[in-house]
């Protein structure tokens, strides 16, 4: 991954967890374990690929205070590349409409106590 504050690769984990895109690294001090060192929401992320080579993935994505950070995920092979895509955009989609019915019975719950 290489972002604006990274100008070059380093090696991190993808892992897509509750609704939020994350990348980490090994954990030196315990054997087996990870740190997460981005933490990004996915209703903030776009993700598309890179014209002059379709191995990397050009994620544009919101951090803690809403600032526009630009990563470039580069990966072995473009199969690879198009299902990581795929999987981003479908949990992005699931994750709208998660948050969406949450937030409709949140509402409905607070009509419900109200009596209306």
Known sequence: MKN???RNYS????????????FAQN????????LIKYKYPLRHIEAQFDRSDPRILNILA??????MVDLSVNFDDMTKTQN???????NRKSARNTEYLL???YFDELINKMKF
């Open 27 to 34: 954990d030196g001090k315990i054997n087996g374990s990870v």
């Open 4 to 6: 604006n504050f990274i």
């Open 103 to 105: 937030m409709d019975s």
């Open 84 to 90: 990581i895509k795929q999987t981003i955009e479908e």
């Open 62 to 67: 919101k951090d803690k205070n809403y600032n």
């Open 11 to 22: 090696n991190y984990y993808l892992i897509l967890y509750q609704n939020y895109l994350c």
